[in-house]
C-alpha cells in the first residue's frame, strides 16, 4: 500500500513540485540563514582566532574582544606579577586607516604585539617571515589585505610593497592566512611599539593583555587569579560554547546577540522560511488529500484500515520532506562553496544546523499529513456511495 | 472471524430484519430507513430500485459494512456474521475479505496503472505485490483488457474503466459484490455491455451481487428486485421464466 502511496504522490506531478518546492524553500533559507548568522557571528571574534592566546586580560567593564576599554601600560606588568601566570605580553588593537599609493583610504584592523616574543603573532604565515617584523616600518598584512590594499583594483599586493598608515610607511614583509575580521578590514600585524606610532596617541594605549599560565594550573584558575590580583577582567580564550561565561568568544557573540539587531534580521528570516515551509506545504498536502478523498475513501470502504490510510498520507508528506530536505540542503552547499571560497559572504554551519533543520522539515511534513489524518479519519467509508 | 461459506445456492447472503436509519437531530432528524426487511440470496443478481431519496444507497451502505443503523434497530446480517455486534476493526477486515465494490464513478486512482488499481484489494489485505498484480492481470483478461493492463485509467473510455472496476471487485474473490449505479455513467451501449460481461464473470452460486440502480435497461439483468419507496421496501419480485418482471416494474425508476 505505501509503494501506491508514493505512485499516487508522483503521479500528481503539480502537486508534488510543489510541495517539494515548498520544503526545498523552507530548508534553504533556514539552513543558509543559519549559517550565515553563524559565519558573521564568527567574524566576531576573529581577532580572538587571529590573535591566539589563552587568557585575554581586559578592562573589567570589557565584553567583548572589538570593543576594548584601553588599560595603562603597566597593568602589563601587573598580569606578569601574578603568581599562576607563567607569561604576559601586550596586545594593540584598533581600526586604522591606511593611505594607498593612489591616494584612496582603506580601513585596517591594526594588531600590534610584543617584538621580544611575537605572543599574539598571527598562527599561519604563508609568505615572509615573523621575524622580519622587527624590521623599520614592516607590517605584516592579511590575505584579504593582499587584495583590499592593492593600488589597482584586480592586482595584489606583494612583500616589499608599501602603504602609510597615519602619514608614515608600513612595508609588507608578510602575509598571513586568517579569519576575516567583523568590521571588513583586513589585519595588519605590527610590533607593539610601532603600533603605538602609527595609531593616534591617547593617554591609555594598551587594548589587552595576552597572558598564559604556568604548567600545572588550570587556565580557570589563572583568570581568576588574575582578576582577584588586579581588579581587570580574565578571559579565557577555548571557543564558543553554550553557557561559558569565562570564554570570551562566548562573551563577545552574546554581546552581539543582546545589543545589536542582527539576530533578530536573521531570525525573521529563518521564521519566514519556516513559515512558508509550513503554508505552502501544509495548504498543498491538505489540497493533495482533499482532491483524492474519494479514493481514499473508495479504499476505506475496500477495508483499508484508518491506519493504513494515515500511514499512506505520513509516507507520502514524509518522502517529500526528504526529497525536498536533500534538495535544499544541496542548494545551500552551492551557495557554500563561493561563500566559502571567496569568505564573502560570511558562512559557518556548525554541525548542529543540518539535523536542527532536519527537525524541523519533519515538524512541518507531520503537520501537514496531521490535516489530511484529521480529514481522512473522520472519513465514513460510506461518503464513497454518496457521488 | 470464522467465515461460513455459502455453499448451497440460493442461501441467503444477506439477512436484514427491521433495519431503520434516520440522520440529524432533534427537529432537523430525517428516517430514511423505516423498518427494513431484506433477504439477499447467493447465486442471485438483486437490483434495488426505487425514485431518488428514497434511501436505497443508504440500505447499500448499511449492507456493505459502511454505515450504522439506529440503535434498537433489529438485525444486519451478512453471511450469517452480525454486522451490528462487530468492533469497527472487525468490521474493516470483512469488507475487505467478503466484499467486493463496483461505485458509480469507478473511483478508480489516476495515477495508478490497470493492474495496480484491480490489485488494491489484494494488497489491502497484505498480499504481496507480486501475487496481487498476477492475480489483477488474470482477471483483467477476463473482462477483456489484457492489452490495457499498463494503461492509466485516464486512457480508457468510460466502459472500460467500468470493468477495471469489476476487476478490481472480483480480484479477491469476494461473496458479496455491491453496485451502486454501475451504468449510471455509461451510454446504453456500453452499459448493456458493462452489464452482460458482469453477469458473465460475476455470477456464481456462492456469490450474492446487490445492485443500486436507477437504469431500467438492466433489470432484465436481475433475479430479484426490490423496489423501495419512502424509506421503505414496497416489493419485491423474483424473476424467473414463468414470472417475468411486470410492466409498473420495468418502467421503475
Known sequence: MLRLALKMLFGDTAKFLMLVAGIVFATFLMAQQSAVFCGLMSWTTATLKNVPAPLWVVEAKVEQVNETNPLLDTDVARVRSVDSVAWAAPIYSNILRARLANGSFKIIQMIGIDATTFAGAPVKIKEGNIHDLRLPHAVIIDDLAVKRLAEVRGKEVKLGDTFEINDQEARVVGIADTVQSFTGGPYVWTTYERALQYAPPQRKMLSAVIAAPREGISESQCAQDIAKETGLKAYLNRGFAFGDDQDFNTSTVWWYVRNTGIPFSFGITVAIGFIVGIAISSQTFYSFVLEHMKHLGALKAMGASTWTLCLMLLTQAFTVGFIGYGIGLFCTAMFAFPALKNEQPPFYMPELVPPIVFGVILFICGLSALLGIWRVARLEPAMVFRG | ?253
Not at chain 2, 451502486?180 to 456462492?206: I, W
Open chain 2, 1 to 253: 472471524m470464522p467465515d461460513t461459506p455459502a455453499k448451497t445456492p440460493h442461501a441467503l447472503a444477506a439477512r436484514l430484519r427491521n433495519v431503520n436509519k434516520s440522520f440529524g437531530d432533534g427537529g432537523s432528524r430525517l428516517q430514511v430507513l423505516k423498518s427494513i426487511d431484506l433477504d439477499v440470496r447467493c447465486g442471485d443478481i438483486t437490483m434495488l430500485v426505487g425514485p431518488s431519496g428514497c434511501g436505497k444507497t443508504t440500505l447499500l451502505s448499511i449492507i456493505a459494512g459502511t454505515l450504522g443503523v439506529d440503535p434498537g434497530s433489529g438485525e444486519v446480517k451478512v453471511f450469517d456474521q452480525d454486522l451490528l455486534k462487530m468492533s469497527s476493526r472487525q468490521n474493516t477486515k470483512f469488507r475487505s475479505t467478503s466484499i467486493g465494490f463496483i461505485f458509480q464513478a469507478f473511483n478508480l486512482i489516476p495515477t495508478l496503472t490497470c493492474t495496480e488499481n484491480v490489485s488494491v484489494p489484494l494488497l489491502i489485505q497484505g498480499k504481496s505485490t507480486r501475487h496481487a498484480e498476477k492475480r489483477a492481470r488474470e482477471v483483467l483478461d477476463q473482462v477483456g483488457l489484457g492489452d490495457r493492463m499498463k494503461h492509466r485509467p485516464t486512457q480508457l473510455s468510460g466502459g472500460q474503466q467500468q470493468r477495471v472496476a469489476i476487476a478490481r471487485a472480483l480480484v479477491h474473490e469476494p461473496r458479496l459484490i455491491i453496485c451502486d449505479e454501475p451504468t449510471a455513467a455509461l451510454d446504453a451501449k456500453n452499459g448493456t455491455l458493462v452489464m452482460e460481461l458482469f453477469e458473465k464473470v460475476a455470477r456464481s452460486p456462492d456469490r450474492a451481487v446487490l445492485i443500486v440502480t436507477h437504469d431500467n435497461r438492466i433489470f432484465s439483468h436481475a433475479d430479484r428486485i426490490a423496489a423501495m419507496d419512502d424509506g421503505k421496501i414496497v416489493e419485491v419480485h423474483d424473476v424467473t421464466g414463468t414470472n417475468p418482471l411486470p410492466e409498473h416494474l420495468r418502467h421503475h425508476e
